[in-house]
């Protein structure tokens, strides 16, 4: 409207000139128009032709532009109608799901793929070779530890190790021995984001050499002195443990407290001999059934979790304890104290050990104090940076570890070993034990050489 508007005002001036002129002009018809005139008057007139057609054209450029906006319009008007749609279909999928959730679910046959996807078996094999001095050498160990894993749920998991091994159990001779045994079975439950529920045959959480340091994880062949000698690997029984944060930079303070038989007497009698640390669960030495103490032990382990100002550079720390009767009279207590750490510094650096003291009562050498300490240290060399063939894989090691029985015995032992990594899962461990004890039967030296592998 405003460009007809303008058109005519353009128009209606020329108009009201040239009305002027012929009113100015004589009157008579034969009265002759001057060159200056006509050629004023042909020059407005071409003027006023010219701007005609120049708002003729912008005119159909405004409306072209008009079209196209009303064409994206109704594009975005139909847009806007199928998100809507879509939103109000995602509202109905939503309130049915909610409605179906509700309800408790039928019962239908079990979904092989899902169970099979819900399945898994990890573990490791370890094959070993030993030349201690006064020994032979002799391949000492093929040892198989295939773990099964199976969720039964979003809360509900299970697990179960066990460990098939041929042993040289005469290292001067030729004999072997083939065991097969189930070295945890346990079932949990997820109560929620900070607490976990486990029951069955369990590694127990002191210090975390036992649920940590199995097979090809371990990086040196044989386990520490004080915790082959002084703790349970396991227990029968259930437990709670979980993770709280400690704010929002990634501190963590973990927990485990749980109950179970404990150590007990193989014989049914006190004598310090009898102790037997594979968590006893009713078998005397004999066969026959028995309850062999009549109260389960309980322990705990506590312990927080440190990041640095960099990934993979962390600190954690950690006290752990059990208490528990282990004789069939019930008059003597087992108890046992570890204190753990475990430091990274990069991907290239790990340092942890631990120390571990015991105390148990006896029939025939009253009260027994043991203690032992394992640190190890290991510096992976590609964080020398330095590109030559082969040194990239390569991790060299160091441990002491040292063990005091309370019977008059006292091992302690010096290791080096190196481990060359063909894959991050198949390693090539070898170390060189120096070992000085009270015991004559030990070796004074050893070297062991081992293929882990872990899956």
């Not at 009549?294 to 640095?308: C, E, Y």
Request: some cysteine; charged content about 15%.
């Amino acid at each position: 409207m405003k460009q007809n508007l303008k058109t005519g005002r353009w128009m209606f001036g020329p108009g009201i000139a040239f009305g002027a002129l012929l009113l100015t002009s004589p009157t008579a018809a034969t009265a002759e128009v001057s060159d200056a005139a006509f050629n004023a008057l042909k020059d407005a007139v071409q003027k006023l032709s010219e701007q005609v057609q120049s708002l003729t054209q912008t005119n159909q450029l405004v409306q072209q532009q008009h079209e196209k906006d009303v064409q994206k319009l109704q594009e975005l008007q139909a847009k806007l109608a199928e998100t809507q749609q879509t939103a109000a279909d995602a509202d109905q999928k939503s309130t049915a799901a909610a409605q179906a959730a509700a309800q408790p679910a039928p019962r239908s046959p079990i979904d092989e793929a899902t169970v099979n996807h819900n399945f898994q078996i990890l573990g490791d094999a370890e094959f070993q070779y030993v030349n201690a001095d006064h020994q032979n050498g002799a391949f000492l160990l093929a040892d198989f530890a295939p773990i099964f894993l199976y969720r039964g749920g979003d809360n509900i998991l299970f697990e179960a190790g066990f460990d098939t091994s041929i042993a040289n159990n005469a290292p001067n001779g030729g004999d072997h021995n083939t065991t097969f045994n189930l070295s945890f079975a346990q079932l949990d439950y997820v109560l929620n984001d900070y607490m976990t529920l486990c029951a069955g045959d369990m590694l127990l959480p002191l210090g975390t050499y036992s649920e940590r340091g199995a097979g090809w994880l371990n990086k040196i062949p044989d386990d520490p002195l004080a915790v082959d000698a002084l703790l349970p690997g396991s227990g029968v029984g259930a437990q709670l443990r979980g993770a709280v944060p400690l704010g929002d930079t990634g501190k963590l303070f973990n927990y485990s407290l749980y109950c179970v038989n404990g150590p007990g007497s193989a014989d049914g009698t006190g004598n310090a001999g009898s102790l037997d640390l594979g968590g006893n669960v009713g078998l005397r030495s004999d066969g026959a059934v028995a309850n062999l103490h009549n109260n389960p032990g309980g322990g705990a382990r506590f312990a927080v979790f440190l990041p640095f100002y960099k990934p993979r550079y962390d600190l954690e720390l950690g006290v752990s304890a059990e208490a528990s009767e282990w004789d069939n009279a019930g008059s003597h207590l087992w108890t046992a104290g570890v204190l753990d750490a475990s430091l990274h510094l990069g991907p290239n650096f790990e340092l942890k050990g631990e120390y571990i003291a015991t105390r148990f009562g006896s029939d025939d050498f009253g009260t027994i104090n043991q203690n032992g300490w394992w640190v190890q240290a290991g510096y992976k060399l590609a964080g020398l940076n330095v590109e030559l063939p082969g040194l990239n894989n390569l991790e060299l090691l160091g441990r002491y570890d040292s063990l005091h029985d309370g019977l008059g015995t006292t091992t302690d032992r010096y290791t080096i070993g190196a481990v060359y990594y063909v894959t991050t899962a198949l390693l090539l461990e070898g170390d060189y034990e120096f070992i000085r004890s009270t015991d004559p039967t030990q070796p004074s030296n050893q070297l062991i050489l081992q293929i882990s592998y872990g899956f």
